[in-house]
């Protein structure tokens, strides 16, 4: 059983930057491939960005795209996500996952472990 816990939320500006963590545990981190989701007010829970278990491909939202950058640090059992030039669209609970299989996916059901999020807040 793999926990996941998030933090570096907050409260930013639009044009801000913030750089989520997710920390993990329980498990071999290594053998996860890690997304990041989030879930805006009265939306459904959508797909930001994901990194293989190694680190070597990286796949993005479009919405994103550009502006996030997700990192993986195995030696830590970490998973990064850094986002730049913040938008207020961006505001969500972000929510970062761990997916024992083999592809580096973008489908929510993939998805074996979820952590609690962390709220991002971009004020115009």
């Known amino acids: 059983q793999v926990q996941l816990v998030e933090s570096g939320g907050g409260l930013v500006q639009a044009g801000g930057s913030l750089r989520l963590s997710c920390a993990a545990s329980g498990g071999t981190f290594s053998n996860y491939a890690m997304g990041w989701f989030r879930q805006r007010p009265g939306k459904e829970r959508e797909f930001v960005s994901a990194?293989?278990?190694?680190?070597?491909?990286?796949i993005y939202a479009d919405s994103v795209k550009g502006r996030f950058s997700i990192s993986r640090d195995n030696a830590k059992n970490t998973v990064f996500l850094q986002m730049n030039s913040l938008k207020p669209e961006d505001t969500a609970v972000y929510y970062c996952?761990?997916?024992?299989?083999?592809?580096?996916?973008?489908?929510?059901?993939?998805?074996?472990?979820w952590g609690q999020g962390t709220q991002v807040t971009v004020s115009s």
């Open positions: 990194i293989s278990k190694n680190g070597g491909r990286t």
């Open positions: 996952a761990a997916d024992r299989g083999i592809a580096t996916s973008s489908i929510r059901a993939a998805y074996d472990y």
